[in-house]
């Protein structure tokens, strides 16, 4: 992508003043081992070396990475973006494909393979992005407006004619989105006994589009959704109340019958790559922001059309002072 001289200038800046930023870490004094000292030399000098990132597939997952990644290649990262599903993902730390997973959205079963508490260490939690995330069933605003008791579970029977498609086989049709997400919808409506059918989007962007199009044809929909997410700005989708999440409510999968619980969003990366070193693993580990900093990225790579890359270094350019402190 081609920056104007202005955004060229204010990169220019940023990569001055991380390096810099990062150079002075540590520097209070006392013996300093030598891989800290090799590490500030790496920063002051920009050699960062490569960082390999995992993209899973949704917008505001992408958002959190280019921003990430274009910070460090203000350090001197040559960046790898690898487009991966979720459980793929984290298998790649092992091997050396992937070194960071930047938004994690709770795996217990996946930790238990990959942490070193129970599995074989190769994947190491590196705390929050800083991101609630608030995974339920919604309807377009349109139909919790017009029929305010649907949203609660208890009344969707009474309509689930209403949702029926040629594809949900004569039952309400409930609308999955990407079957790689974190997800029990399946075994919800089978066990809370409502009759409805699970039919997968396949992906986000066309959950979305199904839900931007039920709100302007005034469509029956219900469906899984999620925050953050750039759309609420402009579809603000009303969560369907379900049964309290309860800790141990989702252990077991085939028996779940409540709603997913808040989460808090976190930064998953490898064992080795963190044990290297390195501005990139710091940028990493201080790495925080809200869901409204991520639904503004999101919004420019998805709402307005921009490029990933160009959506993150105009957010930067807008936020330096959050940047800054990524640095320390």
Not at 71 to 89: F, I, Q, T
Not at 117 to 124: A, I, L, P, T, V
Not at 312 to 324: F, G, L, M, P, R
Request: proline share 5%; net charge negative.
């Amino acid at each position: 992508m081609r920056t104007t001289p202005n955004r060229a200038g204010r990169i220019a800046a940023l990569v001055a003043c991380t390096a810099l930023a990062l150079s002075a870490c540590g520097s209070g004094g006392g013996d300093i081992d030598a891989q800290t000292a090799e590490n500030e030399e790496n920063a002051a000098s920009g050699d960062c070396g490569e960082l390999n990132m995992a993209v899973n597939p949704w917008v505001g997952y992408e958002a959190d990475a280019y921003v990430v990644g274009t910070v460090a290649e203000s350090l001197g990262c040559k960046v790898n973006y690898k487009d991966l599903k979720e459980d793929v993902s984290w298998q790649g730390f092992g091997t050396g494909e992937v070194d960071v997973v930047i938004e994690d959205w709770g795996h217990p079963d996946l930790e238990k393979k990959f942490f070193a508490e129970e599995g074989d260490g190769s994947g190491m939690d590196l705390g929050p992005t800083g991101n609630t995330g608030i995974i339920g069933w919604y309807v377009p605003p349109w139909l919790a407006e017009e029929h305010p008791d649907i949203l609660d579970y208890e009344n969707l029977n009474e309509y689930a004619s209403e949702f029926a498609t040629s594809e949900s086989g004569g039952k309400g049709q409930f609308l999955g989105a990407d079957p790689s997400y974190v997800q029990f919808d399946e075994a919800i409506v089978s066990n809370l006994d409502l009759d409805f059918k699970v039919v997968f989007s396949g992906s986000e962007a066309a959950s979305i589009e199904a839900f931007r199009k039920a709100e302007e044809n005034k469509e029956w929909l219900i469906g899984y959704f999620y925050e953050p997410q750039w759309l609420f700005a402009e579809v603000p989708l009303e969560k369907v109340a379900l049964p309290p999440y309860e800790d141990g409510c989702q252990d077991d999968p085939a028996e779940v019958a409540c709603d997913y619980p808040e989460t808090e969003l976190k930064k998953i990366a490898s064992t080795s790559w963190v044990d290297e070193g390195g501005p990139a693993v710091d940028l990493v580990k201080n790495f925080q922001w809200t869901n409204d900093d991520q639904n503004q990225v999101a919004e420019y790579i998805a709402g307005e059309g921009m490029d990933p890359k160009a959506a993150a270094e105009k957010w930067i350019e807008e936020n330096q002072d959050k940047v800054d402190a990524w640095m320390g």
